[in-house]
């Protein structure tokens, strides 16, 4: 009877738990879409040239490719949940950045900043495998993948409203409140993990050739149409990340303790499901750059609608509500 009167607590302990580590990636989902509204205004609002402006978002991208590998190795070295605070100070501090932002180079800063904290989902993932009985895993694993697709959902219209009857900065400041609010919950209901760290050496030459070759694919995609796509310029930096990445997958496969474990990656059912999530992550991520910008064009270009943020951040906001009524509530359990 004594283990009978104390499964609802643990399972009332373990609901905290997905919903608190839900809503950090519901967060880091906002962080990553609230600046999409603004694209087509970025180059006024930062004085920049179009191409200059894009960083705002490459920078984004570019920190959350280094920092979720990163993260997960430091994680499993120096504790989750520890790392999991560190992501979302992250995102607190870059939204800070860009708040007080006026200019492109601080905007770049905190956007690069809070890319940092793309790490949140899969941190959050791993410690639920460490805390959550196993029946109980594939949905709540399931609620924290879809937490992506609630954030882009919600994100969307509200940071276009937002963007259109406020300030700009306001979108920041918000970012920073919630994910200060996300810091507590974890604070308050994340237990740290009953899984020993896992003692070894981080591999720094791996985090920086990573950092190299995504730096020069980027640059290269984000001023190829500026510098002209066969120019010296835009077809060295496509080398130079070729070359890189290489000798970075030379290394991988060499040291003792990998950033990323190339081996388990180049399994089938490992690839291929890698593979799959590239295509579907790029084809979401195109669409969610390239609609807002067609939507809200004048008609006077020939193919924009003229339609306000806030029709935009409308009409991007079913893909995301689809994700959220398809992932399963925390509660549910696996049928055997």
């Known amino acids: 009877m004594g283990n009978l009167d104390t499964r609802p607590a643990?399972?009332?302990?373990?609901?905290?738990?997905?919903?608190?580590?839900?809503?950090?990636?519901?967060?880091?989902?906002?962080?990553?879409?609230?600046?999409?509204?603004?694209?087509?205004?970025l180059p006024k609002l930062l004085n920049a040239s179009a191409a200059d402006a894009s960083w705002a978002i490459t920078a984004t991208l570019l920190a959350a490719a280094v920092?979720?590998?990163?993260?997960?190795?430091?994680?499993?070295?120096?504790?989750?949940?520890?790392m999991l605070l560190f992501s979302v100070a992250m995102l607190v501090a870059g939204s800070v950045v860009a708040g007080l932002s006026h200019s492109l180079l601080p905007m770049i800063i905190g956007r690069a900043l809070q890319g940092l904290a793309s790490g949140v989902i899969p941190l959050g993932i791993s410690i639920m495998r460490d805390e959550l009985p196993l029946e109980r895993l594939g949905s709540a694993t399931a609620l924290m993948s879809a937490s992506l697709g609630v954030g882009g959902a919600l994100g969307l219209p509200a940071a276009a409203l937002l963007a259109q009857y406020t300030d700009w900065h306001v979108l920041f400041w918000t970012s920073a409140g919630l994910g200060a609010v996300a810091a507590v919950l974890v604070l308050l209901?994340?237990?740290?993990?009953?899984?020993?760290?896992?003692?070894?050496?981080?591999?720094?030459?791996?985090?920086?050739?990573?950092?190299?070759?995504?730096?020069?694919?980027?640059?290269a995609i984000s001023k190829g149409?500026?510098?002209?796509?066969?120019?010296?310029?835009?077809?060295?930096?496509?080398?130079?990340?070729?070359?890189?990445?290489?000798?970075?997958?030379?290394?991988?496969?060499?040291?003792?303790?990998?950033?990323v474990d190339l081996r388990t990656t180049a399994r089938r059912q490992v690839l291929l499901t890698n593979i799959a999530?590239?295509?579907f992550g790029f084809a979401m991520f195109a669409m969610s750059l390239v609609l807002p910008q067609l939507i809200q064009l004048p008609k006077a270009t020939g193919f924009g609608l003229g339609q306000s943020m806030l029709v935009a951040g409308l009409i991007m906001a079913p893909s995301g509500l689809v994700m959220m009524a398809m992932a399963p509530p925390p509660g549910a359990r696996r049928s055997r």
């Open 10 to 41: 643990a399972g009332s302990r373990s609901n905290l738990v997905v919903m608190a580590l839900a809503f950090g990636g519901i967060v880091v989902a906002l962080m990553q879409t609230l600046i999409i509204p603004l694209i087509p205004q």
């Open 67 to 82: 920092a979720t590998p990163t993260v997960g190795r430091l994680g499993d070295m120096y504790g989750k949940r520890r």
């Open 189 to 219: 209901v994340v237990p740290a993990s009953q899984v020993s760290a896992t003692p070894g050496r981080f591999d720094v030459p791996g985090a920086i050739g990573l950092s190299a070759a995504l730096l020069c694919l980027l640059l």
């Open 225 to 259: 149409a500026e510098w002209h796509w066969t120019s010296g310029r835009t077809l060295g930096l496509f080398g130079a990340a070729l070359v890189v990445l290489l000798l970075w997958g030379w290394w991988e496969l060499r040291t003792r303790q990998p950033l």
């Open 277 to 279: 999530s590239v295509v």
